[in-house]
């Protein structure tokens, strides 16, 4: 069965530090997100992906974080200066085109030093 | 606004027996409803979706039960096994925020052996 596939599973950084967390969607999908969980709460919707823009973003989703499609595979989110409180699980999503149906990787556990 | 929150944070239930978990949902603009299931260390899994136009759907072992009129959403699970053990969360979406998907509190289902 096909899988969104997330990595590093684990990513330590410095404060102040550039982090890129990678994914690979589902193939044929064509809509695509970034969510984010912070230990023992609810999964909070950062930002989602579609026709080469972002489609909504959260509050959460601050001129600190950008994401990009940089080849036909690939969707990346970038955090430029990381911060304490970005320490979190980051999940992506894709969707194919009925944008409901979410499929979600595994995560990136982000903790920041 | 945008809320999504669960009636309890936790759930016990016997192996064999009906778990019943809730989800209160307070924008009456959401037409879409979807139940996703969390399991230690894995991103959330698609479980039953349901449109505001319908007010049950069921599934394999699942129904998803949908009360507008109270704005409650809840899903229930024939026979409850000990692989159903994991976080539960409901998800809305607005027709006119139709890729944001928002997610709620989440329940903790356990099952006694």
């Known amino acids: 069965e096909p899988e969104v596939t997330q990595t590093p599973s684990h990513q330590v950084t410095q404060m102040g530090q550039e982090v890129i967390l990678r994914c690979v969607p589902i193939s044929n999908h064509l809509y695509f997100y970034w969510y984010r969980q912070i230990l023992g709460q609810k999964v909070e919707f950062l930002v989602s992906?579609?026709?080469?823009?972002?489609?909504?973003k959260s509050e959460i989703f601050d001129d600190q974080f950008s994401v990009e499609r940089p080849d036909g595979s690939n969707f990346t989110l970038k955090i430029r200066s990381t911060k304490l409180e970005d320490s979190a699980m980051y999940f992506c999503?894709?969707?194919?085109?009925?944008?409901?149906?979410?499929?979600f990787g595994s995560g990136t556990q982000l903790s920041v030093l | 606004g945008e809320s999504v929150g669960l009636h309890l944070p936790t759930l016990s239930v016997q192996e064999g027996d009906n778990s019943i978990i809730n989800c209160a949902y307070s924008n009456s603009a959401s037409d879409y409803f979807i139940w996703y299931k969390q399991e230690s260390g894995k991103g959330p899994q698609f479980i039953i979706d349901?449109?505001?136009?319908?007010d049950k759907r069921q599934g394999q072992r699942v129904t998803v039960l949908l009360n507008k009129t109270v704005k409650h959403l809840s899903l229930q699970i024939a026979a409850t096994q000990p692989g159903d053990s994991a976080v539960y969360f409901c998800?809305?979406?607005?027709?006119?925020?139709?890729?944001?998907?928002?997610f709620g509190s989440g329940t903790r289902l356990s099952i006694r052996p």
């Open positions: 999503a894709s969707a194919g085109t009925g944008n409901e149906k979410l499929f």
């Open positions: 992906f579609y026709n080469n823009e972002i489609s909504e």
């Open positions: 998800a809305e979406r607005t027709y006119s925020s139709a890729s944001k998907i928002i």
């Open positions: 349901i449109r505001s136009n319908m």
